[in-house]
T-cell receptor
Framework: DTGVSQNPRHKITKRGQNVTFRCDPI?????LYWYRQTLGQGPEFLTY????????KSRLLSDRFSAERPKGSFSTLEIQRTEQGDSAMYLC??????????????FGPGTRLTVL | EDKVVQSPLSLVVHEGDTVTLNCSYE??????LLWYKQEKKAPTFLFML????IEKKSGRLSSILDKKELFSILNITATQTGDSAIYLC???????????FGKGTKLTVNP
């Protein structure tokens, strides 16, 4: 399968612990996005990369969140000192940027985080 | 502040009915508008709309964009139980192409 993959699919952790999620985008997609979705809401933008460069972070993203895409392929999202309010579905999406306005984002299955 | 409003938030219909889902938006640097279907997992892509007045169709689904009035509609004809899902509308902002999502419309199709 050549779609977007995310690991783990589910993560349960205790408050105060650090967690790390991984996203593998569609091969050759140069853009990678992270979104967060809570119950009853649409996904909310967190950050995005073009190749290995992180180009934008949401103002809502606290300093406890950090993301990397070291080689321009897979990406990791780390949350330090987790809080119960971090419980959500974390979605990754990728797209191929070109000069045509056809940059469809394709989503992975998500990582569901539960902070106890 | 960027805003996307979808209506209705919830809709219950019988198989065979036709439904219209609405999306109004106010986003800076608008580039395109995407529709996704979400069934207890990640959103799956339906349509991307970039030009006003041009209807896009895929089977029983169709969608159109009005860039002057800042809204889009998604139509589903002859609904089936498999159409039950949350439908998300998401304008994309130029440059980053980041998506600004609405809360979605939860569609339930009963047999």
């Amino acid at each position: 399968d050549t779609g977007v993959s995310q690991n783990p699919r589910h993560k349960i952790t205790k408050r105060g612990q650090n967690v790390t999620f991984r996203c593998d985008p569609i091969s050759e997609h140069n853009r990678l996005y992270w979104y967060r979705q809570t119950l009853g809401q649409g996904p909310e933008f967190l950050t995005y990369f073009q190749n290995e460069a992180q180009l934008e972070k949401s103002r809502l993203l606290s300093d406890r969140f950090s993301a990397e895409r070291p080689k321009g392929s897979f990406s990791t999202l780390e949350i330090q000192r987790t809080e119960q309010g971090d419980s959500a579905m974390y979605l990754c999406a990728s797209s191929l940027v070109s000069y045509n306005p056809t940059d469809t984002q394709y989503f992975g299955p998500g990582t569901r985080l539960t902070v106890l | 502040e960027d805003k996307v409003v979808q209506s209705p938030l919830s809709l219950v219909v019988h198989e065979g009915d036709t439904v219209t889902l609405n999306c109004s938006y106010e986003v800076t640097n608008f580039r395109s508008l995407l529709w996704y279907k979400q069934e207890k997992k990640a959103p799956t892509f339906l349509f991307m709309l970039t030009s006003s007045g041009i209807e896009k169709k895929s089977g029983r689904l169709s969608s159109i964009l009005d860039k002057k009035e800042l809204f889009s509609i998604l139509n589903i004809t002859a609904t089936q139980t498999g159409d039950s899902a949350i439908y998300l509308c998401a304008p994309a902002q130029g440059g980053s192409e980041k998506l600004v999502f609405g809360k979605g419309t939860k569609l339930t199709v009963n047999p």
